[in-house]
C-alpha cells in the first residue's frame, strides 16, 4: 500500500525559507507524477507544483513560480519542495499526493494517493 509521509514544515518569517519532504513507500513510481498542494483556512485546496518521476518535467501555481522549486531524489523515493522568499499567504497545510501515471495535472481528481499534510506557517 502506498503511503507518503510529508515533513519539514514549521513556522518561519516572511523571506525564510523551508524545504518539505514526502517520503514515498509502498509502491513503485517511475511512472508516476508526484504533486504539492495547500490549503489555506476557509480556503479549497489549492494545486502548488507537480513533478514527473521519470523525465522531472515540472509544473508550478503562477503564485509560487519563481519561489518554489520541486524535486526528486530517486534513490531515497522523496520529492522535495525547496520554498524561498516565504510569503504570510503561503501559510497552509500542504500536501504531497502520488498521480500514477503522472498527467502533471494541478486537478485533484488525478491523484490516487494524498500524505497527511504538514503546516506551514509565514509572519509578517
Known amino acids: 500500500q502506498v503511503q507518503l509521509v510529508e515533513s519539514g514544515g514549521g513556522l518561519v518569517q516572511a523571506g525564510d525559507s523551508l524545504r518539505l519532504s514526502c517520503a514515498a513507500s509502498?509502491?513503485?513510481?517511475?511512472?508516476?507524477?508526484m504533486g504539492w498542494f495547500r490549503q489555506a483556512p476557509g480556503k479549497e485546496r489549492e494545486f502548488v507544483s507537480a513533478?514527473?518521476?521519470?523525465?522531472?518535467?515540472?509544473r508550478y501555481a503562477d503564485s509560487v513560480k519563481g519561489r518554489f522549486t520541486i524535486s526528486i531524489d530517486n534513490a531515497k523515493n522523496t520529492v522535495y519542495l525547496q520554498m524561498n522568499s516565504l510569503k504570510p499567504e503561503d501559510t497552509a497545510v500542504y500536501y504531497c499526493?502520488?498521480?500514477?501515471?503522472?498527467?502533471?495535472?494541478?486537478?485533484?481528481?488525478?491523484?490516487?494517493?494524498w500524505g497527511q499534510g504538514t503546516q506551514v506557517t509565514v509572519s509578517s
Open positions: 499526493a502520488v498521480d500514477k501515471i503522472g498527467r502533471n495535472s494541478w486537478f485533484e481528481r488525478y491523484y490516487d494517493y
Open positions: 509502498g509502491g513503485t513510481f517511475s511512472t508516476s507524477g
Open positions: 513533478i514527473r518521476w521519470n523525465s522531472g518535467i515540472t
